[in-house]
């Protein structure tokens, strides 16, 4: 099965979070009923018994990567831009976040998680989000090949997108962008707590662990620790337990003051300015992060069927 873009430049940009803050503030079921939907269908692209296919081209976030990430392969091109910029709008990284990105190694997916950072064209599949890459003048071919009937079995699919990344030229000249921070990366973003990473960083001081640091620190407090938690459990939950975990912070998210607050400066009012509560990770409490997590009332937990 193939998923791509009907055109324009995003894959999928993610969904309507604006209709889903207003949806809780009003008290109506589209923020239980959108994110619920939503993880089913995670699940399903993760647990699919025939190879799924994502052509990855152009804008990839939010609840794109949820669409292309679980499944067997995703194809990204010179104008992907993959991110979970969830942090800086009072989120975190949803979709199964929590069970892909611990999985990338080297605390990758911990410093993808809490900064946000943008990975583009085949730097998207040096991180590993990626499986390959095709430039995006030779998609309509590559999906012609794909769905002529030739393709029987999946080491049929790995041949035919092995084929196309092969002569793919776009990037291979430069080196993964990230790749001179890879070993600070895996240093500094491990710990018991988001206050062990800042250390680490300060410890660091390097000029890029100074910016890291300014990152974070503008990103939703409550969002900062909820994220670092997602990740830690994650690392030994299957992808079902990631994604009920997961749709329990969505749900505090949508009661909380920080994802409609951050919402609101990004995306309704543009005056970048959200204002958290708590506006600093020492005010988030433990007892605030773990409610967040606690179990629902049974009849609103997230069931697999």
């Known amino acids: 099965m193939e998923i791509i873009s009907s055109g324009g430049k995003a894959f999928c940009a993610g969904g309507d979070i604006v209709d889903v803050t207003e949806s809780a503030k009003q008290g109506t079921s589209l923020f239980k009923e959108f994110f619920y939907q939503e993880y089913l269908v995670n699940c399903l692209i993760g647990t699919y018994h025939i190879p799924f296919i994502s052509l990855i081209d152009g804008i990839t976030m939010g609840g794109g990567v949820g669409l292309s990430v679980h499944g067997s392969f995703r194809v990204a091109t010179e104008r992907t831009l993959f991110a979970m910029p969830e942090t800086g709008i009072g989120l975190f990284p949803d979709v199964g976040g929590s069970y892909f990105l611990p999985r990338l190694g080297g605390n990758l ?172 990770l020492a005010g988030v409490t433990k007892e605030k992060v773990d409610e967040y997590f606690s179990q629902l009332s049974p009849d609103r937990e997230l069931k697999f069927v």
Not at 112 to 127: E, I, P, Q, S, W
Not at 142 to 154: F, N, Q
Request: aromatic letters at 8%; hydrophobic letters at 35%; a negative charge.
């Open 109 to 280: 997916g911990m410093y993808l998680a809490l900064t946000g950072f943008r990975l583009k064209g085949r730097d998207v599949l040096r991180a590993g989000v990626a499986t390959h890459v095709c430039d995006s003048s030779k998609l309509e071919e590559l999906l012609a090949d794909l769905t002529s009937g030739k393709i029987v079995y999946p080491e049929d699919v790995r041949e035919t997108l092995g084929n196309y990344m092969e002569t793919a030229i776009f990037g291979s000249d430069k080196e993964f962008i990230l790749k001179p921070y890879l070993p600070i990366i895996q240093k500094c973003f491990q710990g018991d707590s988001v206050e062990d990473i800042i250390k680490n960083l300060e410890n660091e001081g390097s000029d890029w662990s100074k910016k890291q640091i300014d990152i974070i620190e503008k990103m939703s407090p409550t969002s900062v620790k909820i994220t670092f938690e997602s990740q830690k459990r994650g690392q030994d939950l299957n992808l079902q337990e990631c994604l009920i975990m997961e749709y329990r912070l969505t749900q505090r998210c949508c009661l909380d003051n920080d994802f409609h607050e951050g919402v609101r400066a990004l995306l309704v009012d543009k005056d970048n300015s959200p204002k958290w509560k708590p506006d600093s």
